[in-house]
């Protein structure tokens, strides 16, 4: 049951978040592995960074969302897995549930690891880095491209890791999360 915290918190005759209960693991099975990020304007505004593995999404909460400019490392929190149908999700989680507030795909795309571009080649080396607390990941998106790195901060006991954008030709130094361009939400464009 990977999605059993998933499901306990929330109250599906009243969210209209993925119910994922009674059913399998989703995937789309050919292709490139899923991400998504979505904005979340919940009492504390964040961003969701999402990625696919064995048919869920294992998904870490960024304060100050994902950045460009591989100066900035930002704390990003591993929280419960969701389920794979929710990388479509956007929209309005109601007053009274888990993470109330509006849901916006920031990015959407695919990635895959560093060494490995075939979908089950990457799973692999994402899990073995998921157990070590390292991965590194290449990713397809309309604002994330290139290769970012995922490290779990050792001494912090808990689920945090920090989000670095590595140096390559999509680094953008300076780059501000606020002062970005493109609409908030990618499904529009
Ligand atoms: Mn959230």
Redesign the pocket.
């Known amino acids: 049951m990977p999605l059993k915290d998933y499901d306990k918190k929330r109250d599906f005759s009243s969210t209209s978040e993925p119910d994922s209960r009674g059913k399998p693991p989703g995937t789309k099975k050919e292709g490139g592995l899923a991400f998504v990020v ?1 904005k ?1 304007y ?1 009492s504390h505004l ?1 961003y ?1 960074f999402r990625l696919e593995l064995e048919g869920v999404l294992k998904s870490w ?1 960024v304060p100050k969302g994902p950045n460009l400019d591989p100066a900035n490392k930002h704390l990003a929190v591993m929280v419960e897995d969701h389920p794979f149908d929710y990388k479509d999700f956007s929209g309005i989680i109601p007053e009274g549930n888990y ?1 109330a507030g509006k849901v916006e795909i920031w990015d959407k795309g695919t990635y895959h690891s560093l060494n490995e571009e075939d979908r089950v080649g990457s799973e692999e080396e994402v899990k073995a880095g998921l157990e070590k607390g390292h991965i590194t990941i290449i990713m397809k998106g309309s604002r994330l491209n290139g290769e970012f790195a995922l490290i779990k901060l050792k001494k912090s006991r808990g689920n945090n890791w920090l989000l670095i954008k590595k140096n390559d030709e999509y680094a953008v130094r300076g780059w501000k999360i606020d002062s970005d361009k493109k609409p908030d939400d990618v499904k529009k464009n």
């Open positions: 979505q979340h919940a964040h969701d909460a993470g």
